[in-house]
């Protein structure tokens, strides 16, 4: 699986967007983007993958370079309880699925 | 979604001894893995589970160490053979979703061995 690079922190205010960037320089054809977080003492959580268009759920939306080759994740109104580490892996899918998480990003949301 | 219970939530154990550690899911599913989550730092995976199969486990992990069983589609366990300090983490399992594109999470067992 491609490996991934994300900054060590970073911090926004609560009720702003948070963007956490990513990047996988040598992600291959077949591997998606994924996005998990892990809030503190919880099991991770997914968010969101996407392949190469742009995708938005209920949590976030994923915008993926037009080269595949970094990511980033937005939480349009961070909250509180969006304080956690995102981790951003590349993977396969389906049976070939491995999740490989790296150090990941901490976000901390201030008052 | 699927909702995954783990027991025990946490324990403390004496080196040499064994944890057998319960993974049960609310629904059937193909794919199970069990990581592990040493003190500060991230995940790593430590096998995969399908029934009626042979767990796979990667490197570094070895059959003796961490067996595994997965005697149905909704149930797995993941045992900690003779326990050293260094064992001390956080076990979670998770499985693959319907759409077989996420995972999903236990909330984990927090292993102390002393």
């Known amino acids: 699986d491609a490996k991934t690079t994300q900054p060590t922190s970073m911090d926004c205010a609560e009720g702003r967007a948070a963007n956490l960037p990513c990047n996988h320089s040598?992600?291959?054809?077949?591997?998606?983007v994924y996005w998990y977080r892990q809030i503190h003492s919880q099991g991770p959580q997914y968010i969101i993958h996407g392949l190469k268009n742009n995708e938005t759920n209920e949590m976030a939306s994923l915008i993926i370079t037009e080269d595949r080759k970094s990511s980033t994740l937005i939480l349009p109104h961070a909250t509180l309880r969006d304080t956690a580490v995102y981790y951003c892996?590349?993977?396969?899918?389906?049976?070939?699925?491995?999740?490989?998480f790296g150090k990941g990003i901490t976000l901390s949301v201030r008052p | 979604s699927a909702v995954i219970s783990q027991k025990p939530s946490r324990d403390i154990c004496q080196r040499g001894t064994s944890l057998t550690i319960q993974c049960q899911v609310d629904s059937q599913v193909t794919m199970m893995f069990w990581y592990r989550q040493q003190p500060g730092q991230s995940l790593t995976l430590i096998a995969t589970a399908n029934q009626g199969s042979e767990a796979t486990y990667e490197s570094g992990f070895v059959i003796d160490k961490f067996p595994i069983s997965r005697p149905n589609l909704t149930f797995s366990t993941l045992t900690v053979s003779n326990m050293s300090p260094e064992d001390s983490s956080i076990y979670l399992c998770?499985?693959?979703?319907?759409?077989?594109?996420?995972?999903?999470f236990g909330p984990g067992t927090r292993l102390t061995v002393t």
């Open positions: 892996i590349v993977t396969s899918t389906g049976a070939n699925s491995k999740l490989t």
């Open positions: 998770s499985v693959l979703g319907p759409s077989s594109y996420e995972q999903y």
């Open positions: 040598t992600i291959s054809g077949n591997e998606y």
